[in-house]
Nanobody, 114 residues
Framework: QVQLVESGGGLVQPGGSLRLSCAASGSIFINAMGWFRQAPGKQRELVAA???????NYADSVKGRFTISRDNAKNTVYLQMNSLKPEDTAVYYC?????????WGKGTLVTVSS
């Protein structure tokens, strides 16, 4: 059983920064990992993704502001979020695809407000 645990959410003012972390349990290597978010009343959407070769892709709305990275030794993926906007407010979920099965964390709330 793969478990993903997110941390790092919270309340931040517009223009501020946060870093989210997602730790995967066990001594396994999850090749494809990503961050998704779901705002109230909206569908869950992909924010950023990274594979084992550190290739990345981003939603247009976060390009230039967010950076996804991974530390394979720690089995952890990060999402550095800069220049945050109120529209970035959402629950952020970590996802990992392992042997064709998608695993999800429980989510961490990010609120951008003054």
């Amino acid at each position: 059983q793969v478990q993903l645990v997110e941390s790092g959410g919270g309340l931040v003012q517009p223009g501020g920064s946060l870093r989210l972390s997602c730790a995967a349990s066990g001594s396994i290597f999850i090749n494809a990992m990503g961050w998704f978010r779901q705002a109230p009343g909206k569908q869950r959407e992909l924010v950023a993704a990274i594979n084992g070769g550190a290739n990345t892709n981003y939603a247009d709305s976060v390009k230039g502001r967010f950076t996804i990275s991974r530390d394979n030794a720690k089995n952890t993926v990060y999402l550095q979020m800069n220049s945050l906007k109120p529209e970035d407010t959402a629950v952020y979920y970590c996802m990992g695809s392992y042997y064709g099965i998608d695993y999800w964390g429980k989510g961490t709330l990010v609120t951008v407000s003054s």
